[in-house]
């Protein structure tokens, strides 16, 4: 089974190079897929969901039999999901939401596999520093919030509103690390320790 080659179905350049980090080779497969929260959905059951379906999602479209990953992240504010900001005003709206206090970043892995599905998830609390309007304004013309949920992005500019970080800073990024390591581990699938020996 180990054998398998293994996918990553995501277009996400963080995604890809976060696997690539920890030495896993892959093989890409993004997939596209509707990310309409279903009524009354809860930001962990939706997270959870949209990464299984897009894991699914390429087994479905695969010619052959293969390990596939697909990942999801979501920030919560107050219970309320923040997606990837549509425009200027939704993501000035989005970051006043998240200034000067802790919001939580939701990140999902799943696994799918012939006979298998397993899934992680992993919360993450961020804090933010106080924003003014023109530092929101100005971080929005850098083109960087645009494709990020919660419309900013750790790794990036962004950093420096960032106060403090209690969880996993690769699941903030887009893929946990530490939980996609597990599971790769828990179904024999080869990283970097396993290929060298
Ligand atoms: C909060 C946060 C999110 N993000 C990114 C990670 C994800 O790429 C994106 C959330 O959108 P997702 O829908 O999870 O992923 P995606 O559409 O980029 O890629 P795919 O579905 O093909 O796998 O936001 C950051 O890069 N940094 C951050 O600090």
């Given at each position: ?73 979501t920030v919560v504010v107050d219970g309320e999901i ?14 006043l939401k998240l200034s000067g206090r802790r919001h ?94």
């Amino acid at each position: 089974m180990s054998a398998l080659p293994l996918i990553l179905a995501s277009a996400s350049p963080r995604r890809r190079e976060l696997l690539t980090q920890i030495g896993v080779p892959h093989q890409l497969h993004p997939v596209d897929i509707c990310e309409a929260p279903q009524a009354g959905e809860e930001a962990s059951a939706y997270t959870q969901r949209l990464a299984l379906e897009k894991a699914q999602s390429a087994q479905n479209q695969l010619t052959y039999p293969a390990w596939i990953l697909g990942s999801d992240t979501t920030v919560v504010v107050d219970g309320e999901i923040l997606g990837k900001p549509e425009n200027q005003a939704q993501h000035q709206q989005m970051l006043l939401k998240l200034s000067g206090r802790r919001h939580q970043v939701v990140t999902a892995v799943a696994l799918v596999g012939p006979d298998t599905q397993a899934l992680r998830c992993v919360i993450t609390e961020v804090e933010f520093a106080d924003l003014s309007l023109a530092q929101i304004a100005a971080y929005w013309q850098t083109g960087e919030p645009q494709d990020k949920a919660g419309g900013y992005a750790i790794q990036g500019l962004a950093s420096v509103f960032v106060k403090a970080i209690h969880g996993s800073y690769s699941a903030v990024v887009g893929l946990p690390l530490f939980e996609t390591a597990q599971l790769l581990s828990e179904y024999q699938i080869p990283m970097w320790h396993q290929a060298q020996s």
